[in-house]
Nanobody, 123 residues
Framework: QLQLVESGGGLVQPGGSLRLSCAASGFSMDYYVIGWFRQAPGKEREGVSCINVNNVGTYYADSAKGRFTISRDNAKNTVYLQMNSLKPEDTAVYYC????????????????WGQGTLVTVSS
């Protein structure tokens, strides 16, 4: 079974940092475009960041630019999202997803989704 599992979420104060992990099983992430998405209660899911195959390019939403960094570790079959200078408006469930074709940014036709990890930014 193709599977993605997110981890690393939790409660953090404004200005703090978290590193989210997206670990794949059943397939190699090397050959997939990987995107990070988030969804807050009552809001539509939005794309946050994306990384292309072979690290040939990345994408960041305006809200994430300068604060978030996406990276791959192919040996661990894992993609990371380092989130710094977190704001209360970053509070959401964060999901990773994979697509075997195309390039960043990704939106539709995602082939594999994780279950999500909750990030709460609050004092």
């Amino acid at each position: 079974q193709l599977q993605l599992v997110e981890s690393g979420g939790g409660l953090v104060q404004p200005g703090g940092s978290l590193r989210l992990s997206c670990a794949a099983s059943g397939f190699s992430m090397d050959y997939y475009v990987i995107g990070w998405f988030r969804q807050a209660p009552g809001k539509e899911r939005e794309g946050v960041s994306c990384i292309n195959v072979n690290n040939v390019g990345t994408y960041y939403a305006d809200s994430a630019k300068g604060r978030f960094t996406i990276s791959r570790d192919n040996a661990k079959n894992t993609v990371y999202l380092q989130m710094n200078s977190l704001k209360p408006e970053d509070t959401a469930v964060y999901y990773c997803a994979a697509r075997s074709w195309g390039s960043c940014p990704v939106d539709g036709y995602l082939e594999v989704w994780g279950q999500g990890t909750l990030v709460t930014v609050s004092s």
